[in-house]
């Protein structure tokens, strides 16, 4: 099997098992709560992100960083997998699956957004045409269709779900400046921030219970969401000639993702849902088409 093949076959994988989490953190909520969930799934993503870096030869490097990269590891994992996760499974247990998934997808726009203050990148007509087109998504699935009304159908979700989109955007922007190992990285997050999932799981919820279901659900997220899926990417990104070659299957996700909602929750995949969703990857490709400003001379 050639390289670009293999990439490919690492990053269909990778697709499918994202395309599943919405789901599985739908069923989960069923039978535990959002904090106790993130605190199951956090200890199994740590476990699994430990095992990938020790396979890889890297436990060196999580134990040699700096004071000032512990801390910033810290504080990554303060946004990651916290506050992150906690909005977005608060998100979920508000809202039906094929609302929130899509909302959250929306984060790519955030990005355009917060680089203009965070990294002084100018605004371009085709950047805010695109942004532009993946709100009106947001406010069609916000407001199930009924745009005329303006009437949202959980504003406290809708505002969880697309908060949550910030956080995430905010955590993608701050880790670029981090320019250690990917894996390392991530470990040290995840390790962190199991330290403040943990406290709050307990205040928020009380001990965790020991409910399979829940415990399976969340263990199922922890591993393809947040732990080994992430590794299949990062080797399908490394095997391919280019990236854009891999990066686009990541639209099929939402739309695959909608389907799992349907057979697997059983929710039924409303009209405005597919429009919002469109609407939301069509301002992310759009985006695509915006030039890169000239560096410097």
Not at 3 to 16: D, H, N, P, T
Not at 49 to 55: E, F, G, K, Q
Request: aromatic letters at 12%; one cysteine or more.
């Amino acid at each position: 099997m050639s390289r670009q093949a293999q990439a490919y076959l690492y990053a269909g994988c990778a697709v499918l098992l994202w395309s599943t989490v919405a789901s599985a953190f739908k069923v989960s909520l069923r039978y535990v709560e959002a904090p106790h969930m993130l605190l199951y799934a956090t200890i199994v993503s740590a476990a699994v992100l430990l095992i990938v870096a020790a396979w890889q030869g890297k436990l060196g490097q999580a134990l040699a960083c700096s004071r000032k990269q512990y801390l910033q590891s810290a504080a990554l994992g303060l946004l990651n997998p916290f506050l992150y996760y906690l909005v977005l499974f608060e998100a979920y247990d508000r809202l039906p699956a094929q609302e929130a998934q899509p909302l959250n997808y929306a984060w790519p726009m955030v990005v355009v957004i917060l680089s203009v203050p965070l990294l002084k990148q100018p605004l371009g007509r085709i950047s805010l045409a695109a942004i532009v087109v993946s709100f009106c998504g947001v406010l069609v699935i916000g407001t199930r269709g009924d745009l005329l009304a303006f009437r949202f159908s959980d504003p406290i979700g809708t505002a969880l779900a697309v908060g949550s989109a910030f956080i995430w955007a905010t955590f993608w922007l701050t880790n670029l400046r981090d320019d250690r190992d990917a894996v390392v990285k991530l470990l040290l997050n995840f390790g962190f921030g199991l330290a403040f999932v943990a406290v709050a799981a307990v205040a928020l919820a009380g001990p965790p219970p020991m409910d399979l279901r829940g415990i399976g659900g969340s263990a199922y997220a922890g591993v393809f969401e947040m732990g080994l899926t992430f590794v299949l990417w990062m080797r399908a990104l490394s095997l391919s000639r280019t990236t854009a070659q891999v990066s686009n299957l990541v639209y099929l996700s939402p739309f695959l993702s909608l389907v799992f909602i349907s057979v697997i929750v059983g929710e039924t995949i409303r009209l405005s849902s597919v429009i919002g969703l469109l609407l939301i990857v069509g301002g992310i490709v759009i985006r695509r088409f915006e030039r890169a400003p000239p560096g410097p001379a």
